[in-house]
């Protein structure tokens, strides 16, 4: 839980609306969260304790309880330019609850005696023992003895598989003709007719 002082933080739940006076700019004091012209108008407004405006969040004290509000874009621009040396002009400003996404965090619960029944807290349901033991040897891990013999039938069934369709295949032939092997008909060509031209067709008949 968030801490101030000692004192609990917590998020309001209702707006407040201040109206801040010119008095509040002329009195209030510059880069001081507890005494700028916001917070004097807030007192005064509210009735609190104490107050604390910053950039993005307004703390006001109820007590022995600090109220955190979201500090609007409005008030924050007034804030800025004030404590850089600029005026602040007087006007109606709404401060609203924090929003859902910046609230504080719950408090934190003791820890008590677990419920009965499933503790998977995933919202995932176990199965009981009986029906995990139904399942087989292929729930437990993938390096079982079950699955490595499974795995050795699969193979020697695509093995049995292979050589049946080679058997029934058709035999191929045990001479095949191939135009290397033919023997070649042209004849040999001499010097002489390479000069002079064939005595003869090249081509025996």
């Known amino acids: 839980m968030r801490m ?11 707006p407040v609306v201040i109206h801040i006076t010119e008095t509040d700019c002329e009195r209030g004091s510059k880069k001081d ?16 304790d104490e107050s604390r405006v910053h950039i993005a969040c307004t703390y006001l004290r109820f007590g022995n309880k600090w109220m955190r509000y979201a500090t609007p874009p409005s008030l924050r621009a007034e804030i800025i330019s004030f404590d850089r040396g600029g005026g602040f002009y007087p006007g109606d400003f709404r401060l609203h609850p924090m929003p859902t996404a ?10 008590g005696p677990r419920p009965k029944g499933n503790s998977n807290t995933f919202g995932v349901q176990e199965k009981p023992e009986a029906a995990r033991s139904q399942v087989g040897p292929r729930a437990g891990s993938y390096g079982s003895d079950a699955l490595a013999a499974e795995s050795q039938r699969e193979r020697a069934g695509e093995r049995e598989t292979m050589k049946t ?16 092997h033919c023997r070649s008909k042209r004849r040999c060509v001499t010097v002489r007719e390479m000069k002079d031209g064939p005595s003869r067709s090249a081509i025996r008949c």
């Open 102 to 111: 910046n609230r504080l965090k719950p408090v934190n619960r003791k820890p």
């Open 4 to 14: 101030i002082d000692e004192k609990p933080v917590v998020d309001a739940e209702k």
């Open 165 to 180: 369709q080679r058997q029934d295949a058709p035999s191929a032939a045990k001479r095949v003709l191939c135009h290397e």
């Open 33 to 48: 969260p507890t005494s700028c012209a916001a917070a004097l108008a807030l007192k005064r407004v509210t009735g609190c």
